[in-house]
């Protein structure tokens, strides 16, 4: 059973990054397609990005285009999502979930609170 | 970009009794739409894709139906944990969209 594990709740400056990660077990990790999703508080659901088997790469939002880099290491079975030149707007929990392969979204990470203030 | 319209925002519902949510896609689907449960402090929970399968271990009190743009997820005889907020989810194509959510509140 494939399980993801986030990591902890962060603090950050407007203009500063952060790097959130999810670690994979019970899975070949290689064979995952990672996607990134965040809830602002108050606020529904939003896709940010993730892999597309189809087309082997990344894809992103447009909102997110040139902010957001997602990337991997195979060697610890972790996905990251960085967010760059960060604002006040970006305070959210983020997720992590694994695209299936017909293309829906499961399981998901317990979320990441990221916390953007001066 | 496929805008996901769920209705209402609220549903006031007292326990034992039926909830019907509806997701309206502003264009076709198909049967791609997923259904997803949000409790606070906690992982969304996977309740129905291809608009009308249950995810593994989801109760049959959760239905799902629909195609094209019109869809429901009806939970018949609400139960204590079935207070939340819902989301429809469509993987029609790219961007992937939800919809805003209905809460689910006891009334």
């Known amino acids: 059973q494939v399980q993801l594990v986030q990591s902890g709740a962060e603090v950050k400056k407007p203009g500063a990054s952060v790097k959130v990660s999810c670690k994979v077990s019970?899975?070949?990790?290689?064979?995952?397609?990672m996607h990134w999703v965040r809830q602002a508080p108050g606020k529904g659901l939003e896709w940010m990005g993730g892999?597309?088997?189809?087309?082997?790469?990344?894809i992103y939002a447009q909102k997110f285009q040139g902010r957001v880099t997602m990337s991997e290491d195979t060697s610890t079975d972790t996905a990251y999502m960085e967010l760059s030149s960060l604002r006040s707007e970006d305070t959210a929990i983020y997720f992590c979930?694994?695209?299936?392969?017909?293309?829906?979204?499961?399981?998901w990470g317990q979320g990441t609170l990221v916390t953007v203030s001066s | 970009e496929i805008v996901m319209t769920q209705s209402p925002a609220t549903l006031s519902v007292s326990p034992g009794e039926r909830a019907t949510l509806s997701c309206r896609a502003s264009q076709s689907v198909s049967g791609n739409l997923a259904w997803f449960q949000l409790q606070p402090g906690q992982a969304p929970r996977l309740l129905i894709f291809g608009a009308s399968t249950r995810a593994t271990g989801i109760p049959a009190r959760f239905r799902g139906s629909g195609s094209g743009t019109e869809f429901t997820l009806t939970i018949s005889s609400l139960q204590s944990e079935d207070f939340a907020v819902y989301y429809c989810h469509q993987y029609h194509n790219w961007p992937r969209t939800f919809g805003q959510g209905t809460k689910v509140e006891i009334k």
């Open positions: 019970g899975y070949r990790f290689t064979e995952l397609s």
């Open positions: 979930a694994r695209l299936q392969f017909l293309g829906w979204f499961d399981p």
């Open positions: 892999f597309d088997p189809e087309e082997d790469e990344n």
